[in-house]
């Protein structure tokens, strides 16, 4: 078995001078799974795991490493010339800086730390496209489906290969467009493949749909049903794979660009709110003056018992008015308790049937007038507070 193993080796990829770009591949895998085995430690808090690199507090993301990784590999061919035996260690060293950068590729595309979000799915389909593709590299597909060495050298040789590349190039992108995403950037070293994505009924958010399907209703209608009957269960099954090569992602992360917007969204509704409420509140104030300005030469007519009855009883709603203004809190009308009938004959006897000049005592109802009655019958039965209008 294993000499079996190691004469294919020879034959398909010593022989075929493919090993760098096998070491590429080794490499590549072997520090996705080191790295994303490493991560899960450090999120499980296990203790016996060391956690990330914070020299001075400062947390030093693994792609830093990738990066350093790529600068050897990549100028230490260039400067061997691709000589052996370096081109293979030079490859194995890129394919390391590879998965180590591909794996933090959401946090590159966003410029925020969206490891454990939803959108750090995108460096999990980074890492995958780029194996498959160096995979499919390995075992003889090349871009775009063209072979060297497989055409004439005639003419008529080089405008085929031309026009197989313009085809497949535009049969991928085609695929693209339509949302098939895998198939589109896989069919460009699998020719079949992107042919079936642009065959196919494109999804229902993709370029395609929302430039030619408004016109057509029972096309679209037939994409959102394969939408809500295969590619969801599609998607499901994609989810759970990822979930279990590069774990679940937090579902409400504190640093999320969403949670950033919903604030800003309810703080501006809050301030909005406020703005509405003040002015409703200024409104009301200025009618309430401007009715008592209008009233005020009425005001002048009345008796000197009825005067001397409501000024005190105005003077504790402004002085009430006043005090709840700088206290902070909202305004509330003043609530008169009811008064014992035994401290409303005091009163009567020192006041005449009038108000004292501290507003707390009121005069009997059968021995006053009707002003009178109706005062002591709202307090009585206090006013509760006005309630806010809503909205």
């Not at 294993?2 to 010593?14: E, K, N, P, W």
């Not at 990549?74 to 260690?89: C, D, E, K, L, R």
């Amino acid at each position: 078995m294993i000499s079996t193993l190691l004469d294919g080796y020879r034959t398909h990829v010593v022989a075929a001078h493919k090993q760098p770009l096998f070491l590429l591949l080794v490499g590549f895998i072997c520090s996705f799974v080191m790295i994303r085995f490493s991560v899960r430690m450090i999120r499980a808090k296990v203790r016996w795991w060391p956690g990330n690199i914070t020299p001075g507090g400062l947390h030093i993301h693994h792609m830093v490493f990738g990066l350093g990784f790529l600068l050897v590999g990549g100028i230490g061919v260039f400067a061997t010339n691709g000589g052996h035996p370096w081109i293979n260690w030079f490859g194995l060293a890129f394919g390391i800086g590879c998965g180590l950068v591909l794996d933090e590729f959401a946090l590159i595309l966003h410029l925020d730390d969206v490891y454990w979000s939803e959108q750090g799915r995108k460096s999990v389909d980074a890492v995958i496209l780029g194996i498959l593709g160096t995979a499919l590299l390995l075992t003889g597909y090349v871009p775009l489906g063209v072979v060297p060495g497989q055409t004439t050298p005639a003419g008529s040789g080089r405008w085929g290969l031309v026009a197989v590349i313009a085809v497949n190039a535009l049969v991928s992108v085609a695929a693209l467009l339509k949302g098939k995403m895998w198939t589109g950037l896989l069919g460009m070293l699998v020719p079949g493949l992107s042919w079936i994505g642009a065959i196919r009924l494109a999804r229902p958010n993709s370029p395609w749909a929302r430039w030619w399907y408004p016109a057509r209703p029972r096309r679209e209608a037939r994409a959102l049903r394969r939408e809500r009957l295969l590619h969801q269960r599609a998607d499901r099954a994609r989810t759970w794979l990822f979930d279990l090569i590069a774990g679940a992602p937090d579902k409400v992360p504190a640093h999320h660009v969403a949670t950033h917007r919903v604030a800003e969204r309810m703080a501006a509704r809050a301030t909005a709110h406020l703005d509405a409420h003040a002015a409703r509140s200024l409104a009301r104030r200025s009618a309430r003056l401007a009715d008592r300005r209008s009233a005020a030469p009425s005001t002048a007519a009345l008796p000197v018992a009825a005067s001397t009855a409501t000024d005190p009883e105005r003077q504790g709603r402004a002085q009430q008015r006043r005090r709840t203004v700088r206290a902070g809190r909202s305004r509330s009308y003043a609530v008169h308790l009811p008064v014992r009938a035994g401290k409303m004959a005091a009163g009567d006897r020192r006041t005449g049937g009038a108000l004292s000049a501290s507003g707390g005592r009121h005069a009997a109802p059968s021995a006053v007038g009707p002003e009178t009655r109706a005062l002591h019958r709202r307090s009585r039965f206090p006013r509760l507070p006005h309630p806010a209008p809503r909205r």
